[in-house]
């Protein structure tokens, strides 16, 4: 569903009966399918609808069978220490316990046509929901439209999946579909079958401190001869990332950014972190062209686990996240300062897709870029202690004002370490989310 305007519609369900009547009948046809999405389809909808559940959203509809994903089970505010936030003292109210039973996904080229769905949904489901929380997304704007509020491109990498994908994209190999849609081939669980097809949904608000990182940023510019300050500058924040703001691969674009290379689909998400065109080069222990710190390849480290398919890399999630927030004000930008002003909150409406939270966001969030060890731990990796994903990376069991320390990104000293002493993305919560297969909204879910 990507779309410029993207609404998350939080909801609590009062009346199950009303509601599970209305789900199969009206909701249902709503729901948009996957055909409809695709780029020739003749009835792409003004607003494309999509619905999921949590897990006390499924017991609501007296839904009691086991969906086998512990971590659905319990929900994310139990979580939280485990995925690295600093308690839930900075979530959102309406994240805080296990009150939230569904979300409604809208999205659209404008917000009129949302707020118009969302008039109609609310009015055929009545008093039998209340709204709990929304949250709006927004592509940011004119040249900024793609990027998200750092500057850098994202939406760039999703692995590639079998059966889905037609070999015109080159980048590793595609991964099994049942690594993101429940019952697909590779999906070794035992769900019960009406949730064949569906998918397990991790919803994360993740505010961003944007003056704060791009002051960081430059206050930290690399030595690099030959690159003028602001490419020194430009190279250490790629580093951080492992992209270029324009989205080209510092793995093949290492000292200076390329946009051609950014935008170019067939080139920009083919690479492996492995260079056997180099004589000598060791991805174990390499890290001129990238960081093992670099977020993206703390959450997909590609050939430093070995094959893409191997059960080492064998933890995927497919993104489809939002800005949300204004842009930065000219008072923040002077000061270097976010704002404390609710309404100038700005940040990731973080989305990701997986057949199973335990194995996919959970297990990259918590083992991959909240561990400081990751991937110096792996054998044969010669790096010194890596350190948390410089982005996103946080050790719960640590002081709240501990410093995270990383190594890996002067490309001159790869064992120079750089302190972080801010948190430049604050978790203010989130929660899991089963998105059933649309046969489900009026199937078992509806009975
Ligand atoms: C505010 C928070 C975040 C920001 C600013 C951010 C930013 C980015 C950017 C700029 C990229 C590169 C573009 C692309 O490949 O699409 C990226 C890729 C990625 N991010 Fe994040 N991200 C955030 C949160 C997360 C979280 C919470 C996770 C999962 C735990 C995550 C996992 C990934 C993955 C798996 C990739 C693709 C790596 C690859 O395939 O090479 N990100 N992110």
């Not at 494309?48 to 017991?59: D, K, R």
């Not at 697909?184 to 919803?203: E, I, K």
Request: contains cysteine; hydrophobic residues 35%; glycine residues 10%.
């Amino acid at each position: 569903m990507t779309k410029p305007k993207e609404l998350f519609f939080f909801f609590g369900i009062n009346d199950p009966a009303t509601f599970k009547s209305k789900l199969g009948s009206d909701i249902k046809p709503l729901v948009t399918n996957t055909n409809q999405l695709l780029p020739n389809s003749t009835n792409a909808p003004v607003t494309a609808v999509n619905i999921a559940f949590s897990q006390t959203g499924l017991q609501a509809l007296n839904v009691t069978d086991s969906l086998q994903d512990d971590n659905f089970a319990i929900g994310q505010f139990k979580n939280a220490t485990d995925l690295g936030d600093d308690g839930t003292g900075n979530w959102v109210p309406g994240f805080k316990g296990t009150k939230i039973h569904g979300v409604f996904l809208l999205a659209a080229n404008d917000v009129q046509d949302i707020d118009s769905e969302l008039a109609n949904i609310q009015q055929i489901l009545g008093d039998s929901i209340n709204e709990i929380y929304r949250l709006s997304g927004a592509a940011r704007p004119g040249n900024e439209q793609g990027h998200e509020h750092f500057g850098y491109l994202d939406g760039v990498s999703n692995p590639a999946v079998q059966g889905f994908d037609d070999g015109t994209r080159p980048q590793p190999d595609p991964i099994a579909a049942g690594k993101i849609i429940v019952g697909a081939d590779g999906d070794t669980s035992n769900r019960p079958d009406w949730a064949t097809g569906g998918s397990f949904l991790v919803f994360r608000q993740l505010q961003q401190k944007v003056p704060e990182f791009n002051k960081f940023v430059e206050d930290h510019a690399l030595d690099v001869p030959g690159l003028s300050p602001k490419e020194n500058v430009d190279l250490f924040g790629a580093r951080l990332i492992g992209r270029w703001k324009s989205g080209a691969p510092i793995d093949l674009a290492p000292l200076r950014d390329d946009p051609d290379l950014g935008m170019n689909r067939t080139r920009n998400n083919n690479f492996t972190y492995a260079h056997p065109e180099i004589p000598g080069f060791d991805v174990l222990s390499n890290q001129t062209r990238c960081p093992f710190s670099a977020h993206i390849r703390k959450t997909r480290p590609r050939a430093t686990l070995g094959a893409e398919t191997g059960p080492a890399n064998d933890h995927h999630i497919i993104r489809a996240g939002i800005p949300y927030g204004p842009e930065v004000t000219d008072a923040e930008a002077a000061s270097n300062k976010s704002s404390t002003d609710p309404s100038l909150e700005r940040g990731l409406a973080f989305v990701a897709y997986q057949a199973n939270i335990t194995s996919g966001f959970k297990f990259i969030q918590q083992s991959w870029v909240d561990n400081e060890q990751f991937p110096s731990i792996v054998p044969n990796i010669t790096a010194n202690t890596t350190g948390v994903d410089p982005i996103i990376g946080r050790d719960a069991t640590k002081r709240t004002d501990a410093p995270r320390v990383i190594t890996g990104t002067d490309p001159l000293n790869t064992n120079r370490s750089f302190t972080l002493d801010s948190e430049f993305v604050i978790s203010r919560g989130g929660e899991y989310f089963f998105s059933p297969p649309i046969s489900a909204l009026s199937g078992r879910l509806a009975v």
